[in-house]
């Protein structure tokens, strides 16, 4: 599992190789501070669980996906 501790208000993950993750469960929890997210380049084709990837995000205004 990947979990982040995020400080700022903001994370660009473009750079982050998640090829080979299968569990994104909580992934950001209560993350209070982060209002800004960029997970377009995120390739979840493996990932089988992200339940509650952003419980308790309750900041989070801005979210950049890809579907």
Known sequence: MIYFVIVNHSLD??????????EMKNMFYCCKSLTNLNIFSFNTKNVIKMV?????CRSLNSINVKF
């Open 52 to 56: 509650s990837k952003f419980t308790k």
């Open 13 to 22: 993950s473009s750079n982050f190789n998640i090829t080979n993750v299968t």
